[in-house]
């Protein structure tokens, strides 16, 4: 089946700094990806989806400035957190979809905290 | 908007029994729904899912479901699980272009 690749799979970052996290597709090409956030015992939040050439389509409520996402190639997004604080300590699943309605392939996911 | 309810956030059972894990859901019309599982290190991993037709659907890994309109669910069964199932469960809906996801239940087992 297709997969999905997360880089990193975990991070530790300093309040007020960056972290990028990248999402690829390995063996296929996808216009379009999805980004999660998950809290502990939480279900999982769409926070934007990813369009390859175009800008990110957000939820409403997600700070398009602080999550900065851009698909720069058919095969790979990236999220940003940008000015990082503890609050933003999560875990974050990027998916791409497949051929048919609804069908996505996830990511490992990557754990964020932030110190 | 739609909206999906996993009553337990835990359950646990015994190795070889049997399982039934709940889901509700709130949609006017027939809703796209889907089971998936999530272990730790590794991508959420679709189990199985109902768009139309026999009520009753089989998935990966011996899961099955069924789709009861009159209850507004979807529980996910499974006759005897082994000590591999553990993990969390999701129950999801698809809304426009999106998939509305529970919150969860984490699945233990007992040796």
């Known amino acids: 089946g297709a997969v999905v690749s997360q880089h990193p799979s975990r991070v530790i970052c300093k309040s007020g700094t960056s972290v990028k996290i990248e999402c690829r597709s390995l063996d296929f090409q996808a216009t379009t990806m999805f980004w999660y956030r998950q809290f502990p015992k939480q279900s999982l939040m769409l926070m934007a989806t990813?369009?390859?050439?175009?800008?990110?389509?957000?939820e409403q409520g997600v700070e398009k400035d602080k999550f900065l996402i851009n698909h720069a190639s058919l095969t790979l997004s990236t999220l940003t957190v940008t000015s990082a604080h503890p609050e933003d300590s999560s875990f974050y699943i990027c998916s791409a979809p497949g051929q048919i309605p609804y069908e996505q392939y996830f990511g490992p996911g990557t754990r964020l905290t932030v110190t | 908007a739609q909206s999906v309810t996993q009553p337990d956030i835990h359950i646990t059972v015994s190795e070889g029994a049997s399982l039934e894990l709940r889901c509700n859901y709130s949609?006017?019309?027939?809703?796209?729904l889907f089971w998936y599982v999530q272990s730790p290190g590794q991508g959420l991993q679709l189990l199985l899912k109902y768009f139309s037709g026999d009520t009753l659907v089989q998935g990966i890994k011996g899961f099955e479901a069924e789709f009861k309109r009159s209850q507004s669910a979807f529980n996910l069964r499974k006759p005897s699980v082994h000590w591999s199932d553990a993990a969390e469960y999701f129950c999801a809906v698809g809304e426009g272009d999106k998939i509305i996801f529970g919150k969860g239940t984490r699945l233990h087992i007992l040796p």
């Open positions: 949609y006017g019309a027939t809703p796209y």
């Open positions: 990813s369009n390859e050439g175009s800008k990110a389509t957000y």
